[in-house]
């Protein structure tokens, strides 16, 4: 069983950064998909930035790309979100997911539906 856990939200301004956290444990050997997703009120859940743990691979949103930037410790089980110039529309929570995708990673990955694994989400709120 795969745990994972967020953290490193907050409330900033606009043009502000933070970077979120989240801290797996379990067997995480066949999860080489790791994501991270928001949703804000009243709108679906979207994928914001995917790593594939083979190959480090990394994949954006158009609306987070250049923004954004995922990355991972393996040392530490711990896979990050650098989040720069943050924009009011940026407000949501965040989830952590992890799940297993062999074919096709650049579109499968942007798909809540491959993963198995989630955190419970933490608040991002940006201000104007």
């Known amino acids: 069983q795969v745990q994972l856990v967020e953290s490193g939200g907050g409330a900033v301004q606009a043009g502000e950064s933070l970077r979120l956290s989240c801290a797996a444990s379990?067997?995480?050997?066949?999860?080489?998909?790791m994501a991270w997703f928001r949703q804000a009120p009243g709108k679906e859940r979207e994928a914001v930035a995917t790593?594939?743990?083979?190959?480090?691979?990394?994949y954006y949103s158009d609306s987070v790309k250049g923004r954004f930037t995922i990355s991972r410790d393996d040392a530490k089980d711990t896979v990050y979100l650098q989040m720069n110039s943050l924009r009011p529309e940026d407000t949501a929570v965040y989830y952590c997911?992890?799940?297993?995708?062999?074919?096709?990673?650049?579109?499968?990955?942007?798909?809540?539906?491959?993963?198995?694994?989630w955190g419970q989400g933490t608040q991002v709120t940006v201000s104007s």
């Open positions: 997911a992890a799940g297993t995708v062999l074919v096709a990673f650049p579109r499968r990955s942007m798909n809540s539906s491959e993963y198995t694994y």
């Open positions: 379990g067997y995480t050997g066949r999860s080489n998909a």
């Open positions: 790593i594939d743990t083979y190959t480090d691979n990394t």
